[in-house]
């Protein structure tokens, strides 16, 4: 008979829908306001700085709904924003500046519903309030440490050819690296030699004969100032997951800026001293052969450095550059057979080569581990911007027992806390170049509350009045129709809440706006072809299946056409126009599946199949 439907389709329309309710039950609990207290260079998070904590709120009656040790940080929850932010100035004045306290919003699932993995929406800049930085790389610095990289790497290619040369060096104002080698035939050939180990280099001829001035393509530039990007977009994410923020966005922005939004974030100062950790690791030999005394009075060896340790002891280093953080791919934090603080320390396959090669004939050296960081100076540069100072310290300095490869490690190191630390840094990765804030933007909460208020208020107006007025133009059929609708809207929010990178912002609930008024549209054409068909003088059932058969056609023409839209909008939009597209493509989705299978599952199961000799339509 028609329009009878197998016991299994509804089965299966209602698993779907109760698994859409359950994930989207989440967003009916609140975010708690709370504080994310993670451990600088210098501390360590532990189950006595969290009794601590818990006894100065308590002393100082403050309300804490929790405070927990969660993956070696502490996440205090509290039931206000003013508890929060009192909370705040405690945990400053309690632990000091090894410590670093961010304010944040924590979801307030409960257990049984994260255990199935179920989470909340991830609210977007404009709705949680947070943090929003633009920050510019500088591609000065990526340009001279490869110069820098050029000139060990032509040491190195010339030593193994036995060709004889006086001095390599890198001449930065002018960005190219100068040869002098000592006679003609030398310099013939160091140009064939490295012109076949790399096409890329462009060479000149020097002031000399024997001079001769090597530089790097503009394809080879362009290809630094990408890699340079791409590397500290990743890395900054990496830091930014390794604290512990909740969905941040990082992405790129023109040829040398990157985009980073912290929501939930609401300390500009604390955002900055996450991101602003622009430091890197560097691995160099000691140069045991220098005079320290001479370097001390100023007089440095030419091939060397003078570096200081962290309790000020000053340290001769060689300016080869053994191997950077960059090929770090894992670190972890442990004690070694004395039970003293180490990070052992994973490379990638080049990391382990280069290193395997620069300790081969350095077994019985000091090798030293030197920490830079790039902090803003007083002065103020070209751009407007403050000039980076660059600070470095050797934190520790180690003899090579053995020829080193994938795997070594770090010991000497003062605390455990400061090995944790180390080890935090290490995985997240050191900065390929320096990076520089240039525009800072605070969203308070009560924005993105009121943003939310008025998102929400739009939605409900604009369910009702389209709620009451299919009722009272469609009768029982509009009912049928307002499940759906009801229905659709649990479908967009359970799946944007099991969508990993999908992101509600204000946009994105305009696009639910528009989806309740799309998803009647569907409903609307199915039941003015069923009054089409009783008009003709077709039976109820005929007037019914042909009324959705003939109907879909349409619908699916319209909804395919504005969810290729959508795809395109999503494709080639940023920001604001993705989120828009997002709601839109799923509720777009969602609808379809509502007003054309769900609502006639219903009317089948209310009409279908039966002698009616009329429809309340």
Not at 118 to 139: C, E, T, Y
Not at 217 to 228: H, N, Q, T, V
Not at 330 to 338: L, T, V
Not at 390 to 410: P, S
């Amino acid at each position: 008979m028609l329009n009878q439907n197998p016991l299994w389709r509804y089965f299966v329309v209602i698993g779907m829908l109760l698994v859409a309710l359950v994930y989207a039950l989440p967003n009916l609990y609140p975010e708690d306001p709370a504080l994310n207290i993670s451990a600088t260079r210098g501390g360590t998070v532990s189950e006595l700085t969290r009794a601590q904590l818990e006894q100065s709120f308590s002393e100082a009656n403050v309300a804490a709904k929790s405070v927990a040790l969660e993956n070696g940080q502490i996440l205090a929850r509290f039931n206000s924003t003013e508890d929060q932010l009192q909370a705040r100035e405690i945990a400053s004045q309690v632990l000091g500046s090894s410590f670093v306290t961010a304010l944040n919003l924590a979801p307030a699932t409960p257990d049984w519903l994260a255990a199935i993995g179920a989470s909340p929406m991830k609210l977007g800049l404009d709705l949680r309030g947070g943090v929003h930085f633009l920050m510019a790389v500088d591609m000065k610095a990526a340009l001279d440490k490869n110069l820098n990289d050029m000139v060990q790497t032509f040491r190195t290619d010339l030593r193994e050819e036995k060709i004889r040369y006086r001095n390599v060096q890198a001449d930065l104002a002018r960005g190219l690296v100068v040869l002098s080698l000592r006679s003609v035939e030398d310099v013939t050939a160091a140009e064939t030699i490295l012109k076949n180990r790399d096409r890329e280099l462009v060479f000149s001829a020097g002031p000399d004969e024997l001079t001769v001035f090597v530089s790097i393509s503009e394809i080879r530039i362009k290809e630094i100032r990408e890699y340079a990007l791409e590397q500290n977009i990743t890395i900054i994410r990496n830091r930014v997951n390794e604290i512990g923020v909740a969905e941040p966005l990082v992405q790129r922005q023109g040829s040398d800026r990157i985009v980073v939004q912290l929501p939930g974030v609401q300390d500009t100062a604390q955002a900055k001293e996450i991101l602003g950790a622009t430091a890197s690791l560097e691995f160099r030999l000691v140069d045991e052969e220098g005079d320290l005394s001479a370097a001390l009075d100023g007089r440095v060896p030419p091939n060397a450095e003078l570096y200081k340790t962290r309790d000020g002891r000053p340290v001769l280093l060689e300016k080869r550059v053994m191997l950077t953080g960059e090929h770090i791919t894992g670190a972890s934090s442990a004690f070694d057979e004395y039970s003293r603080p180490q990070v052992s320390i994973k490379l990638d396959a080049k990391g382990g080569n280069m290193l395997s090669a620069a300790t081969r004939d350095a077994i019985g050296r000091r090798m030293a581990s030197v920490f830079i960081e790039y902090k803003p100076g007083t002065e103020i540069g070209e751009d407007g911007n403050p000039v980076l100072i660059k600070q470095q310290e050797v934190i520790n300095d180690a003899t090579i027992q053995a020829r080193l490869g994938r795997d070594f490690r770090i010991t000497g190191i003062s605390s455990p806390g400061e090995a944790q630390n180390l080890a935090t840094l290490l995985r997240a990765g050191a900065l390929i170049a320096p990076i520089q804030i240039i525009e800072e933007r605070t969203i308070g909460p009560s924005l993105g509350k009121e943003n939310i208020e008025l998102g929400t208020t739009a939605i409900q107006w604009g369910m009702v009045c389209v709620l009451i007025f299919m009722v009272i133009y469609y009768k029982a059929f509009g009912m049928v129709a307002n499940l759906a609708l009801v229905a659709n809207l649990i479908l967009i929010v359970g799946v944007m809440s099991m969508i990993p990178g999908a992101t509600l912002t204000l946009p994105g609930m305009a696009g639910i706006v528009l989806t309740v008024g799309m998803a009647v549209d569907a409903n609307v054409l199915i039941f003015e072809r069923i009054r089409e068909e009783l008009a003709d003088g077709r039976s109820v059932q005929q007037a019914i299946h042909h009324g959705y058969d003939r109907a879909f056609a349409t619908i699916a023409d319209s909804n395919i056409t504005t969810l290729l839209v959508a795809l395109i909008l999503f494709g080639i939009g940023t920001g604001p126009v993705k989120g828009f597209a997002v709601t839109l493509a799923i509720g777009i989705l969602t609808s379809i599946f509502t007003a054309v299978v769900g609502t006639r599952l219903l009317v089948n199961l209310f009409w279908g199949g039966r002698r009616v000799q009329s429809l309340p339509i």
